[in-house]
């Protein structure tokens, strides 16, 4: 059996929608970042790089809902086709982190200011399965409908788990991805962990100090049997899971469980290491991340299979970065070779294991991609997409 993305809504720090998104891989440069400074978010107050979609303000309440409305309007028209489909047999399954958490914050300032909480406020907002049922109402959506929340590796799950929801025959047609808005929270979080970069991050150099955190949304539609694209159908052939449980925010130094998750998605998708043709890595720029998953991804590919990191582009998007990471590699996928692969600058010197690095512009044409997502409490998923005749 196959299970067809169909299509794609998209919004990030690089724009709204595919194209926009593909511009920017065309047209990046490191000497001017996607990512914009912001200070309002830091509890120092001080300038941080946020990967931070600029079209929709900070202060734009339920935000997390503009995110879906512009996804969901990117994908209408594959919706239409399935309008045929008992509303029971489509479920949604969403990946997200933060959900409402950023109107929590508002409202608690508003709170503090007032003693009264805003008439328009409601702590629902903030519930972890509220932006998969805000989706299902709009689509009158009636099967299984609920949000996963492994930290950054919700969304990478929440397609597995559409995978699943198909396989098992509970639905015809998925609605699945990832959300997640920026926020006090996390931002302050990940800084108290002495994880935020100073600049940029840099995956994979040796000068990497730390993350960006991002935002953004990512949504497809997942269907088995006979995908609703003509030409170029792109499918999820397979996916790997594994927990390290080694620590509650960090990685097993060894990669494992990483490794782990590559080898059972390669399994699953019934696929040598050698085919696969570029590998989208977690790559979050801390020391101990790029360390590990180089050195899983040696154990597996050795040098051999080109690789990099987005969230230089995107920041690190936390609850929708495994959706919005398998979304870059469907489109190029679609692209054959039309647009850049993201790519890495590199520092001198470090210790990574060998590894292919993408170090310019680089424009293959794709096959297979393998997408990971690595989360705290060693947490890990790998997405294997491809493009094969139906």
């Not at 993305?5 to 720090?13: H, T």
């Not at 994908?75 to 489509?90: A, G, W």
């Not at 007032?114 to 299902?136: S, V």
């Amino acid at each position: 059996m196959t299970y067809w993305l169909n299509n794609l809504g998209i919004v990030s720090a690089m724009g709204v929608g595919p194209q926009a998104t593909l511009d920017s891989l065309n047209s990046y440069n490191s000497a001017t970042p996607i990512l914009t400074l912001n200070s309002t978010l830091s509890a120092q107050q001080q300038p941080l790089y946020v990967g931070q979609v600029t079209s929709v303000a900070l202060a734009q309440k339920k935000r997390i809902n503009t995110f879906i409305d512009m996804c969901l309007a990117q994908l209408q028209t594959t919706i239409e086709q399935f309008s045929h489909i008992d509303k029971s047999r489509i479920a949604v399954v969403l990946g997200t982190s933060t959900s409402g958490i950023a109107d929590g914050e508002r409202a608690r300032a508003h709170f503090e200011h007032t003693a009264q909480w805003p008439n328009d406020f409601h702590y629902y907002d903030q519930e972890l399965a509220t932006p998969a049922h805000y989706i299902a109402q709009k689509l009158d959506a009636k099967g299984p409908c609920y949000s996963i929340s492994t930290a950054c590796t919700s969304s990478a799950k929440a397609l597995l788990s559409a995978r699943a929801l198909l396989k098992a025959d509970m639905a015809d047609v998925v609605i699945c991805g990832g959300v997640d808005t920026l926020c006090q929270l996390t931002l302050n979080g990940f800084d108290s962990l002495a994880s935020l970069s100073s600049g940029v991050c840099q995956p994979f150099s040796s000068s990497r100090d730390g993350i960006n955190i991002g935002e953004g949304a990512a949504l497809f539609v997942m269907s088995k049997g006979v995908s609703a694209i003509t030409d170029k159908a792109i499918a999820l052939y397979g996916g790997g899971e594994s927990s390290d449980a080694h620590h509650i925010s960090a990685p097993d130094p060894n990669g494992m469980g990483a490794q782990s998750a590559m080898q059972k998605a390669l399994k699953q998708a019934q696929l040598a290491a050698h085919e696969i043709d570029y590998i989208n890595a977690h790559g979050t720029a801390t020391l101990k991340n790029d360390e590990m998953e180089a050195l899983a991804i040696n154990r597996v590919f050795g040098n051999n299979t080109p690789l990099s990191s987005s969230k230089h582009l995107t920041g690190h998007t936390l609850g929708a970065a495994g959706a919005i990471e398998a979304a870059l590699c469907w489109l190029l996928l679609k692209e054959q070779g039309q647009y850049a692969l993201p790519y890495n600058v590199l520092s001198t010197g470090g210790n990574l294991a060998d590894v292919k690095i993408i170090k310019q512009a680089f424009k293959p044409k794709l096959r297979y991609c393998l997408s990971n997502s690595f989360a705290f409490g060693g947490n890990n998923a790998s997405l294997i997409l491809g493009i094969a005749d139906e």
